[in-house]
């Protein structure tokens, strides 16, 4: 970290900053006074300092982070790619999960239909959404409990570990048998959320929100790392900007952006990322190719009739046409 | 509502959507033949109709909604300002409300001393945060229930009404004698949070996400109001976007767009939204000049030294300095 | 374009704006006539009507555009990919080029020793700026008529085609012997220099501004080719948004996007994009799966002392690495 | 600026660097060498310094700017407000100017019209279009030099100079009798354009692009002034976001932000930001309580059949209204 002060800096305050920086935090000060501008790097362990506090004293001009403030997440601290296990399925260091199912659990048929259906194809996982957070209170809100009970069986039938969303704290105990836990964009920044979660052993699916950055995500996996629980990981399902045409706008530089900075897998989320199952296919093949470590794709056996997100939900055919691309393009990854 | 069909949309599928529009939706439709498209106008209340559903279906190539999908908080049913009642104080219809107050409760010495410093400044209402969302796990998180307390002994020393953020839903009954509960930015889309408060009868006061569309925050002020409690303020507190000499971008057209919608009081925050303590004066008179309900601003006794945000809180001594300049503005808007 | 009337709209500005449908725009109305709201269908060639036009009228509560702007650029009236020829190159429907070179042409040794090496690595075209747009007043800002000398000299050592940016008209005789001409990102609409290459034969590669919508990048296109130059290959090099990260996002949804919506070649630029080397091979490998027609690489044979952008510019090692990587992911492509 | 060396750097590569900095560009060094990592801080004028050359090294971690890369426009070195002085009109240094007129000009009777009503109602400069950049080829391109003529009629029955748009180079010549050219947001990084407007003896009204950063909005101006023309207004006109409520979102900290970077005068154009007439009124009363040192206002005589940009447009009459407004807000302004 490193501070440059105010040209005439305070001496009494400047004093107080000395005492604070290597007192209270612990580390050691490189001084380089100049006429102008003094300029202090920060020796030692910066992650935990509050930037922010730094950054109000009246005597500082600004601060600049070297270091990252995330340790547990950070691949410097980690260099070898972090290996997820769910069941018999890995994800992350050259395992690559393709994670599909319904936006909505909506019937035992379905839930059941397509897990069969995506099994076949080649999924590794069955996703599908028993609580759903829906922008308006006059739409479908998901069976909970017994959207999750549906998931199960599906489970028991076809043996496709399961990830479904958690909205709220106090549902917890009800996703004791879910196999993956997945943390919605919207509550990227629920931090109570995150921190109960970090307390738990079940891996986490942590999907980006909307308006954060590539270092928030980070700090997010942080708070559910620093509370114990290692297994998380990371989803990228787009970003808000100007652009229209696509329900989000899905950055495709993250995957090696996120691969360089962090150690856990990297998924890439086609559906949610541009809003239109006629897109899925070219996102899923892009996101491969880059170099992600699994897909979680939305695939419903009747999206006409979906109880939500039918628009952006691919059918099961088409699924297994994109499995199928997906491995090739696997086979070109792994051959480089 | 508008549906466009797709050219040569196929006949069954086509009588299927009309008898769900006319039975399941009990909606009139006017329709538009022409050779390459047919487009079907909906009559009716069309709010609660679930447009991503209907823009899922084969047949259909567009869907226009030309009636907003909130009812509750939109000013064509409710036309005069909502006000809102805290205590004393009243929010909207020509009531101006200045809340201020640190970021963090930190103290009773504190809290008390600014609460006294900001009424004695003509403050309305004092806010403080007990519970803080922070974006390292490693950052202080406010004192909880303690902070509640301190703020409460505030309120009972100067009579100023509270406002203090929720961010969980578990901690609701800890809030059982604050005056105003604040949703936070990150929480505007925390859906469970929103219909929960939508069944206690305190003000809420919302902020606005950072990824968040006008039309969003109406459907989460919605959420609340659909559950019966219609005492919701709004507050910008900025948008995220590219530029970055300010913490968050603050749109200025947001206070005549959001009067038009809606009729429910529209605050402005200045310190959140621009971060920075030396653009919160002139921010806070723009924001009341163009028709703003109210501000709340962050203002500690040493923002050197305060716990969390001090780069953007103020001095006592400069929030009393804004606060009658604000109220000079006042006039003339009242005036106009 | 489906025109909604506000409630009890003005009879005789009604009939004014139905003489001007009809009269002077020669179109015909399909009516839908509700309790509160009248809805105007207009049937025939709408992507000539000036949507604000329409728009300012004071009866009109909303216009929602069904047919597309464009015309010239758009798939509906172009089914097939076009193929743009240059030389003995080929893009698109198919094709795929690679376009190689440094940001800054700099001496003849320099552009003739990068274009013999990346024609060795398979590059299809030599890129390279003779003029550049350049934030700073202070920064070199391109050789002018020298560079592109260089670059003539290159294609005479190497035969490969040159593709160069045009910042000025005035410029234009300067491109005579130039292969393609760039529209760069902060000249997508730059109208005025888009006419005047519609009036020439050359294929112009016309980058898409930060801030541009696909909608607006094709409008662009249409700009040239309603001058009579259908030769546009289109370039997407990231829009700009909160993310700092990489300098800038790369949507990977804009090629299905632009693919959908467009007949003309879609190349990626994964240089600017990320403005950092070590991305530019996962977003290349990405960019080709998802179904660019080619990509667009710096290649500096000495990124540290190239006189520009030599942050993001690959060795010829690299692009010669990355280029048979993409080899590979084409054939996938194609197998496809 | 401050240069984080990556840990263990070449030794050599170092000391050409080292060279560089204090050989080439003339700066001294401050060393600050830990056990991980060597800080250099360049004393100096840096201004002119190429950030992204130096961030090319293989050897450098990251490159902070202290100081900005702007001279001319900076505050810093020229700590008094600028005062533009156009005919017998000054902006800025507590002059505020009221710029009024058409999106376009289209005869003269409707541009003498409107320059009348408006100079009646306090406008102290005509604005309207000439050269009009439109997104559409074939929408209404403006009359061009005619244009020009017909706002010259308009100077002379009225006395107020004139404001147009430049859209380029080459028409330059067109713009003798032009009091103050605009250019553009589309055009402010048309860098050859601004290069030459800065050999001109012209004020220079900078539109700020629609995603362009402050800082480069002020890199724009520093074209301009390193010309030698000092004579720059800044215009802000909203940037492009997600929200779609509005054309553009205006940010309001933008007053104070440039306020506190540069002594140029600031306007504030509420039509173009906003894209609504109905939100004109509001927004130019919040930018003027803001500090801003003038507005430029959209004003057509009969915007339902304004020839372009209508939807924006207000009538003389509510221009009338809210120019008494701002006269009543700037009153407080100069009281505080």
Redesign the interface.
């Known amino acids: 970290m490193?501070i440059?002060l105010k040209p005439n800096a305070d001496e009494q305050k400047y004093k107080k900053l000395e005492a604070f920086i290597k007192g209270d935090l612990g580390l050691?000060i490189?001084?380089?006074?100049?006429?102008?501008?003094t300029?202090l790097?920060l020796?030692g362990d910066t992650?935990?300092v509050?930037i922010?506090?730094v950054?109000?004293?009246?005597i500082v001009?600004?601060v600049?982070r070297?270091q990252e403030?995330y340790k547990a997440a950070n691949r410097k601290f980690h260099p070898m790619d972090s290996v997820i296990t769910v069941g018999d399925v890995k994800i992350g260091g050259g395992h690559f999960a393709k994670i599909a199912g319904p936006c909505s659990v909506e019937t035992p048929e379905q839930i059941i239909g397509i897990a069969k259906s995506v099994k076949a194809s080649g999924a590794h996982m069955l996703r599908g959404g028993a609580f759903k957070?829906?922008?308006?209170?006059?739409?479908?809100?998901g069976l909970g409990k017994t959207g999750i009970d549906y998931l199960l069986e599906a489970k028991k039938e076809t043996g496709l570990p399961i990830v479904t969303e958690i909205?709220?704290?106090?549902d917890l105990d009800l996703f004791a048998d879910v196999d993956v836990i997945q943390v919605g964009a919207?509550?990227m920044?629920?931090?109570?959320?995150?921190?109960e979660l970090g307390t738990t052993d079940k891996p986490i699916l942590l999907k980006r929100?909307?308006?954060n950055?590539?270092?928030?995500l980070l700090?997010s996996a942080?708070?559910i790392m620093?509370?114990g629980n290692e297994k998380v990981i990371l989803c990228e399902r787009g970003?808000?900007?100007?652009?229209?045409?696509?329900r989000n706008?899905?950055?495709?530089?993250v995957?090696?952006?996120l691969?360089?900075?962090t150690h856990l897998p990297v998924i890439i989320d086609p559906s949610h990322?541009?809003g239109h199952s006629?897109?899925v296919?070219?996102?899923s093949?892009?996101?491969?190719?880059?170099?992600a470590d699994g897909l979680i794709i939305e695939v419903h056996n009747d999206?006409?009739n979906?109880?939500?997100?039918?628009?952006q939900?691919i059918t099961p055919e088409a699924f297994d046409e994109i499995s199928k691309?997906i491995d090739?393009?696997r086979?070109?990854?792994i051959?480089?």
């Open positions: 490193i440059v050691d490189h001084y380089s006074r100049g006429e102008k501008s300029i790097g020796v992650s935990k509050d922010d506090a950054s109000a004293l009246d001009e600004s600049t070297i403030p957070p829906r922008t308006s209170p006059y739409a479908f809100q909205m709220e704290l106090t919207r509550n920044q629920n931090f109570r959320l995150l921190k929100g909307l308006a950055t590539v270092a928030e700090m942080e708070y620093s509370g970003i808000r900007t100007f652009e229209t045409s696509t706008t899905l950055d495709l530089a995957i090696p952006v691969k360089e900075k990322s541009t006629r897109y296919k070219s996102v093949y892009g996101a491969t190719a880059a170099g999206p006409e979906a109880w939500s997100d039918g628009q939900s691309g090739k393009f086979e070109v990854v051959s480089l």
